[in-house]
Each structure stands twice: as structure tokens, then as C-alpha cells.
């Protein structure tokens, strides 16, 4: 019912205007050689006016040169070769004309009296022709009047029962349309439902359903931008929490900063009374030689050296001097760490080496002395009863990994997630000092440090440092 007086009056317009459409251009297509055919026409009577007047002065005896018959010629031979004639013979009568003219054997004036006679023909057939065009081109446009006066007359009717019947059809679809927006600017998003659709005509089915389709999409993002909201609120939290957490490190720095220039300056003043023991126990050790107290009081020296390079690498870091490198033999380094540390671990832990004896790299000796001895002192004291210690060594990628491996109960879970802290210890007693001092010494020579639990228990702290090894082969060191 509603689309059917929709789709005659969309039909009466689309056939008037079609009809409109077609007469014009046809019209305008007979217009178009109308001035064309008008030049053509005045060209030929041009001509004809140039023969005549050349006839009278031959009848009145005056002699006619052969150069105005060959011009006149010409001018009928362009003639014929341009555009505009209408009757079908008009290009082939003109090039007879031309023939003609051209004849020398004949008689001048016979021969103007022929061709002007063949002009006069030709502008006869095409003023008929000129004729017909303009009474056809006056039909079209009465047609084209008759069809617009129709259109005129039955236009209005056929518009104005279509809006009628349109209006009574979508008044209620543009109401109900109007309320759903009113609704959806104070952001209630309900669809709309399917009883009132099926109320409303079904031409405004696709509109309502798009409305249904727009509020889904509506509800859908405004739950991403709540999600997004409280996602935004969540790394606020975090980013002031971090920022936070750095403020505190930031403060722990520095008194690890004043802590550090004490023991710089402690340091500073222990070096010279462990100078006085050290010459005292060497002229005990001379004074021992050949007798069984010699090693000991020897590893004692030893021990006093290192901790006299320490305490000078103490006012070497407070002073921003790094310590050299030297090549060094891991092997070895570790064999003398084991050495030493046999008088300080208890019997029932064991502890063993593996290190390839031709591993050679250019690092800081005591630096890489003393992170393993704070690893391995640590692990220690992490085993509570009997178990064993192992240190492992190899070259990955220019790269030389050490791995202190225990077999104690293994780091902290808070350890593991949270890293390495300053004074931060899971042991009754312990400083927190010794993993921090060892991430140091490893970050100050671009390497890394990783802890891990091993299964089902244990720790394992693995050093990699940049190496240049050398080329050679060895067997393995085991102590």
C-alpha cells in the first residue's frame, strides 16, 4: 500500500522528464546544422552572384579571361568540401559545377549559363531542405510544450497524494524516531523493542533496527571507555608508586653514598696498622721457615694482603678509580679462592671447582676475587647443615659465566620478584650488602647478574662478565 503510489508518481515524473529530456536534445541536435547550412547556403549564392555578374559582362560583349573561370571554379570545388549541405546531391551537383568550369573547349557563356543554372538547383533543394528542418524542429517544440503543460497539470495531484499518504504513514515511525534520539542524548542506551517495531510500517523496519545496532555499539564502548578509565586510573597507581619506590631509592642512594665515603675514609685508616701486622707476620713466617705453622701464618699473609687491596679499592671507588685490568687465569684465581677458604667453611660442606684450566680473560683480579668470595660466603651460611658448594665456569658468546651453585634452601620468592636491594636480607644477621656489592662489580664492567632456584632445592648465582679468551686447550681443574 505505501509503496505503490509512491512508485506511479516516481513513474509519471521519470516518463515526463524523460520525454522533456529527449525532445530538447533532439531539438538541439536538428539546431546544431542549422547555422552551419546557413553559412553553406550563403557561400553557394555568393558564388551564384559571382557568375551572374561574370555572364552579364560576356553578354555585354566584354571578353571573360580564363583566370575568373578558374577562380570561380575554386571557390565551387571549397565549397563542395566543406560541411553543411542538407540535400544528399548538393556535394555532387557542385562538383559537376566544378567539372564544367573547367572545361576549356567550351563556350564561356554557355558554360556559365549551365553552371549557374546547376547553383540555382542546388539552392532550391537545399531551401527545401531548410524548409523541413524548421517545420520538424517547430513539432518537436510544441511536443516538448504539450509535455510540460501535462506535467503542469498532473504533477501537483500525483505529489501531493504521495505526501498525503507518505505523511499519514511516517508521522508515527518520526515521533517514536524523535523520542529514541531525546532518549539516547541523556545517554540511555535500551534498544528498542521488537513489539513496537512490528507497530511501525514496515518501511521504517531498517531505521529502527540501525538504532538498535547504534545504541549495542554505544554500550560497547562506553565499557571500554570505563575499562580504559579504570586502566588509566591503574597506571597512575603504579606510575606513583614507582615513582615513589625510585624517590626511596633515590634516598637510599645517598646513604649509601655517605656510608661509602665513610668506609673510604675507615678503610684509609686501616690500611696502616694492617701494614704493621702484615711486616710482623712475614718476619714471623721467615722466622717459622722449614717448620708446619709456615703455610698458615703464609695464607695469613695472603689473607692480610687481600685485605689491604680491599681496603685500598675502597678509596680507589670513592674516588672513582676504577681498578686495571689484568689477564688473569680463572682457574687459578678460583683454586686460590678455595685455598684461603678452606680454613673458613665448616667440614660438612663440600666444595668443588670446574674450570677449564685454558680460560684466560682480561678482568679486574680482586674485584672478581672478591664477588666470588661474597657469593660463596654467602652460600655458606644459607646451607644449614651438611651439603656441598660448586663453582662453574664457561665461554658463551665472548662472554665468561661463572655460577656459584649450593644446595642450600634457595632465595627468597620476594628476593626473586622484587631483585637485588641495599640492606635488604631474608638471614638473621646478614648486612644485605653482599649480592648488592656484587651486582655492582658486575654492572661496573657491562656484565649482568642472575639468581634462579634450582629443583627441588638449592640457589644458583651466575656472574657473566665480557671476556677475550685465548686460544688453547686444557684439561678441567677440580679442587
Known amino acids: 500500500m505505501f509503496w505503490l503510489p509512491l512508485w506511479i508518481s516516481v513513474g509519471v515524473v521519470l516518463a515526463a522528464l524523460i520525454g522533456m529530456l529527449f525532445v530538447s536534445w533532439h531539438s538541439l541536435e536538428r539546431l546544431a546544422p542549422v547555422q552551419s547550412h546557413l553559412e553553406h547556403v550563403e557561400r553557394i549564392q555568393s558564388v551564384g552572384l559571382n557568375m551572374e555578374q561574370i555572364l552579364l ?21 571549397e565549397i563542395a568540401r566543406l560541411e553543411g549541405a542538407l540535400h544528399p546531391q548538393t556535394v555532387m551537383r557542385l562538383e559537376r559545377v566544378g567539372t564544367q568550369l573547367g572545361d576549356a573547349k567550351a563556350r564561356t557563356v554557355d558554360l556559365l549559363f549551365q553552371a549557374l543554372a546547376e547553383i540555382r538547383q542546388v539552392l532550391d533543394s537545399e531551401r527545401e531542405r531548410h524548409d523541413w528542418l524548421l517545420t520538424q524542429i517547430g513539432r518537436d517544440a510544441a511536443t516538448e510544450i504539450k509535455l510540460t503543460v501535462l506535467l503542469l497539470l498532473v504533477g501537483p495531484f500525483v505529489f501531493g497524494a504521495t505526501l498525503l499518504f507518505i505523511r499519514s504513514r511516517v508521522k508515527l515511525p ?33 531505521a529502527f533496527n540501525s538504532y538498535n545496532e547504534l545504541v549495542a555499539r554505544l554500550q560497547a564502548l562506553e565499557a571500554d571507555h570505563r575499562d580504559r578509565e579504570q586502566t588509566l586510573e591503574q597506571e597512575v597507581r603504579q606510575a606513583t608508586e614507582a615513582l615513589l619506590a625510585q624517590s626511596r631509592e633515590l634516598r637510599r642512594a645517598e646513604r649509601l653514598a655517605a656510608i661509602g665515603a665513610v668506609s673510604a675514609g675507615l678503610a684509609h685508616e686501616l690500611r696502616n696498622p694492617l ?23 703464609a695464607a695469613v699473609i695472603d689473607e692480610l694482603k687481600r685485605i689491604n687491596h680491599l681496603l685500598t679499592s675502597q678509596v680507589d671507588a670513592a674516588r672513582h678509580l676504577p681498578e686495571p685490568l689484568e689477564e688473569i687465569a680463572v682457574d687459578r684465581l678460583v683454586d686460590e ?8 667453611i665448616p667440614e660438612r660442606i663440600a666444595i668443588n671447582a670446574q674450570i ?15 664477588a666470588l668470595l661474597n657469593l660463596v660466603l654467602n652460600a655458606v651460611q644459607a646451607i644449614p647443615d651438611a651439603g656441598r658448594i660448586q663453582i662453574a665456569s664457561r665461554l658463551e658468546s665472548g662472554e665468561l659465566s661463572v655460577s656459584v651453585i649450593d644446595s642450600g634452601p634457595g632465595f627468597p ?21 653482599g649480592l648488592a656489592m656484587v651486582r655492582r662489580f658486575v654492572r661496573d664492567h657491562d656484565g649482568d647478574l642472575h639468581l634462579a632456584n634450582q629443583t627441588p632445592h638449592g640457589a644458583a648465582v651466575t656472574l657473566r662478565l665480557p671476556c677475550r679468551p685465548h686460544a688453547s686447550t686444557g684439561a678441567t681443574s677440580h679442587v
Do not use: W
Not at 59 to 77: H, K, M, N, W
Not at 280 to 289: F, S
Not at 358 to 365: E, G, I, V
Open 275 to 297: 701494614a704493621g701486622i702484615q711486616m710482623a707476620c712475614g718476619k714471623l713466617h721467615r722466622a717459622l721457615a722449614d717448620t708446619e705453622h709456615a703455610a698458615r701464618i
Open 174 to 206: 518520526l515521533r517514536a524516531m524523535e523520542d529514541l534520539l531525546v532518549r539516547l542524548a541523556r545517554k540511555d542506551y535500551r534498544p528498542v523493542p521488537e513489539v513496537l517495531i512490528g507497530n511501525i510500517d514496515r518501511v521504517a523496519h531498517p
Open 337 to 344: 679462592l678455595l685455598t684461603l677458604l678452606r680454613y673458613q
Open 413 to 433: 620468592e620476594d628476593l626473586l620478584r622484587a631483585g637485588i636491594r641495599p640492606f635488604a636480607t631474608g638471614r638473621k644477621g646478614g648486612t644485605g650488602l
Open 57 to 77: 559582362k560576356g553578354l555585354r560583349g566584354t571578353p571573360i579571361a580564363r583566370s575568373e573561370l578558374v577562380a570561380l571554379r575554386d571557390q565551387v570545388q
Open 356 to 370: 677449564p684450566s685454558d680460560l684466560r680473560c682480561l678482568l679486574p683480579a680482586a674485584g672478581l676475587r672478591q
